[in-house]
Nanobody
Framework: QVQLVESGGGLVQTGGSLRLSCAAS????????MAWFRQGLGKEREFVAR????????YYADSVKGRFAISRDDAKNTVDLQMNSVKPEDTAVYYC?????????????????WGQGTQVTVSS
């Protein structure tokens, strides 16, 4: 069992930066590929970014490519999402998720563990 807790959300102006963090407890994150998803008000939860078990491979949604960066620190059992050049359409609740599978996936149904989410609001 893995417990995930996100932090770092808040209010940021368009063009600004924000860094989200996901801390795990219960089991080491090194056994999991990790991802960030987001859900805007009235929208479906969508994939944002994924990082492989050892951090060698990252994958991004087209909407955030070049602006966001996912990273992990297995010694600290954390996964971060650096958000740069944010836009109002980035406003959402951001969730981290853990996947024990080995096949890269953007499907939220494939992720076994989820955090409670952290709100990010981008003002125009």
């Amino acid at each position: 069992q893995v417990q995930l807790v996100e932090s770092g959300g808040g209010l940021v102006q368009t063009g600004g930066s924000l860094r989200l963090s996901c801390a795990a407890s219960g089991r080491t994150l090194s056994s999991y590929a990790m991802a960030w998803f987001r859900q805007g008000l009235g929208k479906e939860r969508e994939f944002v970014a994924r990082i492989s078990r050892r951090g060698g491979t990252t994958y991004y949604a087209d909407s955030v490519k070049g602006r966001f960066a996912i990273s992990r620190d297995d010694a600290k059992n954390t996964v971060d999402l650096q958000m740069n050049s944010v836009k109002p359409e980035d406003t959402a609740v951001y969730y981290c998720a853990a996947d024990s599978g080995i096949v890269r996936t953007t499907l939220k149904s494939q992720y076994e563990y989820w955090g409670q989410g952290t709100q990010v609001t981008v003002s125009s």
